[in-house]
């Protein structure tokens, strides 16, 4: 059988990084600096083309350029490998993951990203395991196609849906949670799949990149004495086209009267303005509470149990899509690439 082949892509983040001798900080280094800290990779059982970015970043400064080049890296080598593992800082991993998984419609190979929190030159670094391992899944094929075709998070030996995915720590090698979907693999001894959670495409369809990202996009995360002149501020933002409101619980908000009509005047402007809860766990549900069904009653949309990196990048995904708001609210009401759970009644609705 055929060697599968995989192409490794180092963006920066601390995998990469060295301690700078005069700050005392961590930086980026080129990858041909780093990559000579692993010489496990060349008794892998994949043939491994690199790729690296120039000048490699801190994922804090990752965004839609960085996804769109990515994009179009992964598009024009798409043929040529089996899989994808991309080497990303951890900030915004789960935001960089979340928004390729709306990009690469009819995906049918693994794109594994995955870091570290301690640079690979490190004596306790995680971030050896975290690449072997990612390679090892992203060539992972059965009957000829491949184990787990989605974008994914690999870290401290679980595989999590990329959209999924949230930063929960800073300091823990387990530095990911995916708290309202299960992990797609468990890594032990064996490397464990969880078949039934993983996406297959239905069907062979080529692959479709959309890379036109509408960043028009608010996020308004409510605290107990929130200031008017705050909320006032951001919904008179102009060229505003979505509002992503981060609410209490399972999707709750005040409903003093100031509040309730600076949202409600957004909406009448055409505005979306969507729903998604501060927890981790646990769905919106605007029925549920008066809190909520007072949000519901003016128009907010449900974000269902959508973090709030799937939510940001979904709503930059459709904006740059569709013109019509109808047809984004339909997109919202749906999982377009298994980033929210629906009920059945609501999947049916
Ligand atoms: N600041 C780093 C980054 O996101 C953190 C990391 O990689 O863990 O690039």
């Not at 640079?119 to 009957?143: F, M, W």
Request: glycine share 6%; net charge negative.
């Amino acid at each position: 059988m055929e060697k599968s082949s995989i192409l490794l892509i180092y963006t920066g983040g601390t995998i990469g990084m060295q301690t700078d001798a005069e700050t005392g900080s961590l930086r980026p280094v080129n990858f041909s600096h780093f990559i000579n800290e692993v010489p496990e990779l060349q008794k892998s059982r994949y043939h491994i083309t690199t790729h690296a970015f120039s000048p490699p970043i801190d994922s804090a400064n990752a965004g839609p350029q960085l996804w769109i080049q990515l994009a179009t890296l992964i598009e024009a080598n798409y043929h040529l490998y089996d899989g994808f593992v991309i080497l990303h800082g951890t900030d915004t991993m789960a935001y960089t993951a979340s928004a390729l998984s709306f990009m690469l419609e009819n995906l049918s190979k693994p794109i594994i990203f995955t870091g570290a929190q301690l640079p690979l030159g490190a004596l306790r670094t995680d971030g050896k395991e975290n690449l072997v391992t990612s390679i090892e899944i992203a060539g992972e094929k059965k009957d000829g196609l491949a184990v787990v075709p989605e974008v994914c998070i690999y870290f401290e030996n679980k595989l999590l849906r990329g959209n999924r995915s949230t930063k929960y720590s800073a300091e823990h090698f387990n530095a990911f949670r995916s708290v309202n979907y299960p992990a797609l693999a468990e890594v032990g001894l064996h490397i464990r799949y969880n078949y039934p959670a993983i996406n297959y495409p239905l069907s062979n369809n080529p692959l479709i990149v959309h890379k036109n990202l509408d960043t028009r996009i608010g996020l308004l995360k409510l605290f107990p004495g929130i200031p008017r002149e705050f909320v006032e501020a951001i919904t008179q933002s102009p060229s505003m086209r979505a509002l992503i409101l981060e609410t209490f619980g399972s999707g709750n908000a005040m409903t003093e009267s100031w509040f309730l009509a600076l949202i409600e005047k957004l909406i009448k402007k055409d505005v979306l303005v969507v729903n998604v809860s501060q927890c981790f766990g646990g769905t919106v549900d605007m029925k549920r509470y008066q809190t909520s069904m007072m949000l519901e009653k003016i128009g907010v949309i449900s974000g269902y149990d959508s973090t709030t990196e799937a939510m940001v990048t979904k709503l930059m995904y459709l904006l740059g899509k569709y013109t019509s708001n109808e047809a984004i609210i339909q997109q919202l009401h749906r999982s377009i690439r298994g980033e929210i759970s629906l009920s059945e009644e609501v999947a049916h609705e």
